[in-house]
């Protein structure tokens, strides 16, 4: 892999399957482990799926860029979207709940993104969310439950 | 995304699904998997051994189900997820509201008693 890998898409739900197609490519050529590779996708998928719903208001698709780069042994995704101004690094609790009618059904995808990403960074950048997510490799980056401790 | 399902002669409905529950697999089978959940009474087995990736539309799919299997005086219980869908359900905290066994005798007997509790 280069030292960094990159593609525009489309900002449109029929794009996330070659979003997903995309990385497991790239990650497959940086030698990246399935587990990490799992988890890295499943954050790609929930991130750029909040920016198609929730980024514009005016119908129209908006390009996503993403940036694959493997600073060994960790690999760094940057996510770059011309949306309005969002912040998913910042905590936002699950609420404890004892009862399937309790359970919230909104909000679970920034919570999956805190849960397997080691690190989560945002910044605005003129008029651009750029969204860095920090993955280590499984052996040394996550628990037994394959969550990150942090 | 494919969905199929079997009432079992114990009353159980069980739905197997299978492939990838994310924002396209879960807009193809959601009209049709809430169909069948739409019963009274519904004794629900998610089979979840043939879905490889689960993304939050899916698993919000699956937590309004068992809403509204409870609101029916039913129940619902999630079978044989893969490893890396029973991290996603332990990551959003489903597994501790809705119960999730590995043997299916075991899966309908909970499903059963969790009706019986209603």
Redesign the interface.
Known sequence: MDSVTSRVFDGTFGELRRMSEWFQEVAGSAGLDPVTTWQAELCLNEATSNIIRYGHDDGVPHPITIEIERLEPDVQMTIIDDGRPFNPAEPRALPVVGAIEDMPVGGLGLHLIRSFADKVQYRRTGDRNVLVLTFAPTQTGADASGQKSS | MELTYADLENGVRKIDLKGRL???GTNLIDLRFTALAATQCAFLVIDLTHVD?I???G??TL??T??AA?LRKGSLVLFNPQ??VA??L?????D???HVCTNLDEACSVVLAGAALN
Do not use: G, M, Y
């Open positions: 994310d924002i396209e990736f993304a939050s539309l698993i919000a937590v309004r068992a809403k409870k490893p890396n991290k996603v332990a990551a959003t905290r489903v501790q509201v809705v």
